[in-house]
């Protein structure tokens, strides 16, 4: 039985990544490591094997070995979410079983990919794979998997076990629009990192996303200002996180972010191709010192990214 209910998934949510040997083998000793780092970072959370956590390149005993090593070194600290979706419903619904019974809190899934469903055959498959466990079930719309507009949002709301959204779209006008005519019980998770300032302002609950594995703090202290209506301190806050977010962005972004963890002590191993990585010492070396201008250029050592670098 999960140990946390929904309304307990709030704050900073890491999206973890999964850390890769070069040769594409999953790491599990590197993923308890930056399991543990994360934890004792304090963060709110962690949702499991998404796009951040390249779910879709690994198979789905990779997937719910990930999920176990997880679950194992979280050992109920923080409550977990599992992201699920798979190219069927059948495989969809193993997952989410699988994830229950490793002692995640809830589950969450895109909807169904690649073939053009259509609205009742994506209701259907919520229907079928939420109703396969006892676990809360957080719809995750992002435009890479398919448009979920608002009449099918508020539709899939209404059903039994639908209980949020992790709403990755600049339409944060949206999240307001959610609270208000679903209800605000129905829970929100903002997944845009640079405009995580918006979504606190339009009624998100909480955070989930990719860079709140290297800048937990920051976006802590951003979840804080926005809570005791310190807006100018929440810009300023955001501001510096973005300008974090858009020089990674040049990068090779899913890559820098694991070089990043690994800089910050707790090494995230590598992406699978066809993501690039960093796989020489020249290579890293290169990235290091383009990291290490940018963070004095900005002023970020005294905000704690990378001072040691």
Request: with cysteine.
């Amino acid at each position: 039985m999960a140990k946390y209910a929904i309304h307990d998934f709030k704050g900073v949510i890491p999206a973890l990544v999964t850390p890769f040997d070069l040769d594409g083998s999953l790491n599990e000793g590197l993923l308890r490591g930056i399991t543990a780092s994360l934890v004792a970072r304090g963060v709110d959370g962690l949702y499991l094997t998404g796009s951040t956590g390249e779910g879709f390149m690994m198979s789905p005993e990779e997937r719910m070995r990930a999920v176990e090593t997880v679950c194992t070194e979280v050992a109920g600290r923080i409550p977990v979410m599992v992201h699920v979706s798979a190219i069927s419903t059948y495989q969809t619904v193993a997952l989410a079983r699988q994830a229950e019974a490793a002692g995640a809190d809830a589950i969450s899934s895109v909807p169904p990919i690649y073939w053009p469903f259509t609205p009742d055959q994506v209701a259907n498959y919520y229907a079928d794979v939420t109703a396969s466990t006892s676990l809360p079930m957080v719809v995750y719309k992002i435009a890479l998997a398919g448009e979920i507009g608002f009449e099918l949002l508020a539709r899939l709301a209404a059903m039994p076990g639908i209980e949020g959204v992790k709403y990755t779209a600049p339409t944060h006008f949206e999240i307001g629009r959610i609270k208000a005519e679903i209800g605000p019980d129905f829970r929100v998770f903002s997944g845009a990192d640079e405009m995580a300032m918006s979504g606190l302002a339009f009624g998100a609950d909480g955070l989930i996303g990719s860079f709140y594995n290297i800048i937990p703090e920051l976006y802590a202290d951003i979840v804080a200002a926005m809570a005791e209506g310190r807006i100018a301190d929440a810009k300023a806050l955001q501001d510096k996180a973005n300008a974090i977010i858009f020089f990674t962005l040049k990068q090779y972004p899913m890559s820098a972010v694991k070089r990043i963890m690994a800089w910050q002590g707790a090494d995230a191993g590598y992406c699978r191709k066809p993501f690039d990585n960093y796989e020489t010492p020249e290579a890293e070396a290169a990235l290091k010192d383009a990291y290490r201008a940018f963070r004095d250029a900005h002023g970020l050592a005294e905000t704690g990214f990378l001072p040691d670098l």
